[in-house]
């Protein structure tokens, strides 16, 4: 089934069992004289409630996320955590004051019980029928494979013993062994032959395109976007040798804003340490290249934080930002905000706003290129905004809107993102996650004056990343607080 019909599926599927569970609860607690149901309020309409509570805490702990071929065992350990805490959350919330002595315990497992069960049921079917149209072949995860020609055709082998798996190749990037390598684009079903692969001097296969010219074989990984595209591609499926460590590179760095899951063969772990998570889908083991840093439930609070902070910030200082606005007008020439496109998560671009702080046309003459420690085109006031970090706070609104988070890697422009991207290792991998007014890199880093900088900074930024947690973002807003109000900003 599809993304659509799965979500579908399970919201209907969710609803109805969690409304015969509350009905068969209400019930039985009646019986038991556990408590007395709320006189205020109709039954349907106390019913109608109930569900969507539950359905929303399921929806925040990430039970509503695509779980293509994972385990339903796992899946139901996950919905029992969550069940629990909204048992006791329901029961202390809505009826503590009408329990009766003794009943508790045995209401919130009740309850507990009851709404597992109903829900476990109704997951266990939606995924059995899942599972079945994927097995069947109704239903695929479309990937590409890049790697070497005997390792293709070794993973084409896997997927076909594995079909439940629910992988159909739509192409791959072979890289061939061959005096003068190349790189071609084989469309799916041409990639497998009678000898494990290409020789060179071998014809194309039919439908095959050339991508790349002669000795440049990694030229051939740039065209996997358009493969991507072309046909609606879910995975990326990587089947190199523990010293291609380039070509990882080239293909991370290419697949960059774009949804896709990235996975390697097992015997490639070696390479990446830390920075995946091994899965086994129905049998074919894979490797989840950067999987999501954070759970879900952390990923939805630090939203909600964000909304939260960003909007009572804008709000609550209304007029002392309308006020700094017009000094900024009456000081210098031009606009009070400034705008300029940054780079944010997936490699995507938008709008970021700041106080403006340096002289209108700063860049006219010169192009892009970093502020310095004493730099003449920032204004005297600008200095004063920047040193008490207030000239960030238009950036309230990106974080409002969603673009940007209160802590994450700051976003860089676009011509800096190439810059650097092909200077320095691993600097696409900050665009994991989303960017952020204040970082860890600039609480323990100065401001970029060199490469030196970018490449100290970015450490700092991994690090973020693979460490991201509610607990560390606050850390660092206070970090961020105390810098400002001692004015170390620069």
Request: contains cysteine; neutral net charge.
């Amino acid at each position: 089934m599809s993304r659509t019909v799965e979500l579908y599926a399970l919201l209907i599927a969710d609803a109805l069992m969690l409304g015969a569970a509350w009905f068969g609860f209400d019930q039985l607690a009646a019986a038991q004289g556990w408590f007395v149901s709320p006189g205020w309020i109709s039954p349907v309409l106390f019913c109608a409630i109930f569900v969507t509570g539950w359905m929303v805490l399921y929806a925040f702990a990430g039970l509503y996320e695509q779980r293509y071929a994972d385990s339903r065992f796992d899946e139901l350990v996950s919905l029992a955590k969550v069940t629990a805490f909204g048992a006791l959350a329901i029961l202390f919330v809505f009826f503590l004051d009408r329990l009766e002595p003794g009943a508790v315990q045995g209401s919130i497992l009740t309850l507990g019980g009851m709404v597992f069960g109903a829900v476990a049921f109704s997951r266990v079917v939606v995924r059995t029928i899942q599972k079945y149209l994927v097995v069947r072949g109704y239903v695929r995860h479309r990937a590409v494979v890049v790697g070497w020609s005997d390792r293709v055709e070794a993973l084409y082998h896997d997927l076909e013993t594995y079909p439940a798996a629910g992988i159909e190749l739509a192409g791959a990037v072979r890289l061939l062994h061959h005096p003068e390598p190349l790189a071609v684009l084989v469309p799916a079903g041409h990639a497998r032959g009678d000898g494990g692969g290409m020789a060179s001097g071998d014809a194309l296969p039919d439908g095959a395109v050339e991508v790349t010219a002669a000795g440049a074989p990694e030229a051939a990984i740039a065209e996997l976007p358009r493969l991507i595209d072309q046909f609606g591609v879910h995975d990326v499926l990587i089947a190199l040798g523990s010293d291609d460590h380039a070509y990882l590179d080239e293909v991370l760095r290419v697949c960059e804003g774009r949804t896709v899951a990235l996975k390697l063969v097992p015997d490639f772990y070696a390479a990446v340490g830390g920075m995946a998570r091994t899965e086994h889908t129905y049998g074919l083991p894979l490797i989840e290249l950067l999987p999501e840093p954070i759970p879900t439930w952390e990923r939805r609070t630090k939203r909600i934080v964000d909304v939260i902070v960003s909007a009572f910030v804008l709000m609550a200082g209304l007029p002392i930002w309308l006020v700094i606005g017009a000094l900024v007008r009456a000081t210098s020439p031009g606009p009070a905000i400034y705008r300029q496109t940054r780079v944010a998560r997936y490699g995507r671009p938008f709008t970021m706003y700041k106080y403006r702080t340096m002289v209108d046309g700063a860049e006219r003459d010169t192009g892009p290129v970093w502020a310095d420690k004493a730099d003449a085109r920032v204004t005297p006031l600008g200095r004063g905004l920047r040193r008490l970090r207030i000239d960030e706070i238009p950036q309230m609104w990106n974080v409002l809107r969603g673009d940007m988070s209160l802590v994450g890697p700051r976003p860089e422009r676009p011509y800096f993102v190439d810059k650097l991207g092909d200077r320095i290792p691993l600097y696409s991998r900050r665009h994991r996650v989303q960017p952020g007014v204040t970082g860890l890199a600039q609480v323990k880093w100065r401001y970029d004056a060199s490469i030196e900088d970018v490449r100290q900074k970015l450490k700092y930024d991994l690090f973020y990343i693979e460490n991201m947690s509610l607990r560390l973002d606050a850390k660092i807003l206070l970090q961020t607080i105390r810098t400002a109000l001692s004015g170390g900003g620069r």
